[in-house]
């Protein structure tokens, strides 16, 4: 019988509900002190992981502290300090234009709003997405590789781009849960739901999810007693 709307919705709330009794330390985990370094964190982690991020940034905002300093850099400068880091060359002329922007359009204060974010250089609608909810201003369900993943297993979401999968996620759950609804679906897929092998033995909300895409192992056939399989070899062969 297929799933109406408000089965889903029902499922998808005892999802969320599940992983975070199963996860209530889940947060974010781009380390952070203020606005500008969450929003400078966001940005470097595309193609990077949380925590190569996470080694870079300390001593990126020691030596450039605030979109004042970044705007007055050069973006080699910038590099310097991120060039472990994807798409290096391209992250430091955003961050430098980035600082100019905010400087020139926001009195160098990071905006609240999720449509003022996303108009910055070199931040997306998810970005903007991420840091605004973090910092007080839009509420937001971003949809990064994990959410996107999840959301397709979960049967949550038909759609292959971010926004609509946004929106139908937005459509399951009231706003209050948008929130911890994305962080619980990032880090079960970092930690469990893998791409490539998820560990669905593991897994807390297994009973609610349909496994969507998700190869099953069939299991090996158990040999009659008697049959040719359980029969020894004949002598003279291997």
């Known amino acids: 019988m297929r799933e109406t709307k408000d089965q889903r919705a029902a499922r998808a709330e005892v999802v969320i509900d599940t992983l975070g009794a199963a996860m209530p330390e889940a947060k974010i ?22 925590r190569r991020v996470n080694m870079v940034t300390p001593a990126l ?29 391209n992250k430091a002329k955003n961050l430098v234009a980035l600082g100019k922007a905010l400087l020139e359009q926001h009195g160098g204060a990071v905006p609240l709003s999720r449509a003022a974010l996303a108009e910055l250089p070199g931040v997306g609608n998810k970005t903007a997405g991420v840091v605004s909810m973090h910092i007080g201003g839009d509420r937001a369900f971003p949809v990064d590789t994990h959410v996107m993943r999840l959301g397709y297993r979960l049967a949550f979401t038909n759609h292959d ?5 946004e929106r139908d996620l937005q459509s399951l759950l ?44 069939k299991k090996a056939a158990t040999a009659r007693p008697g049959s040719r399989a359980q029969q020894p070899p004949r002598p003279g062969r291997s």
Not at 69 to 88: C, S
Not at 161 to 165: G, H
């Open 29 to 50: 985990e781009l380390d952070h002190g203020t606005p500008w370094q969450l929003l400078v964190a966001v940005v470097l982690s595309a193609q990077s992981t949380d």
């Open 61 to 89: 905002h020691a030596a450039l502290p605030g979109p004042e300093a970044f705007a007055g850099a050069a973006p080699a400068e910038v590099e310097t300090h991120i060039k472990t880091l994807g798409l290096f060359r």
């Open 161 to 165: 781009q971010p926004d609509l999968i």
């Open 174 to 217: 009231p706003q209050e849960k948008w929130f911890l609804g994305h962080q619980l679906l990032v880090w079960h897929g970092r930690r469990v739901c893998h791409a490539q092998r998820p560990e669905c033995h593991r897994c807390v909300v297994e009973a609610h999810c349909p496994k969507r895409g998700v190869k099953v192992k």
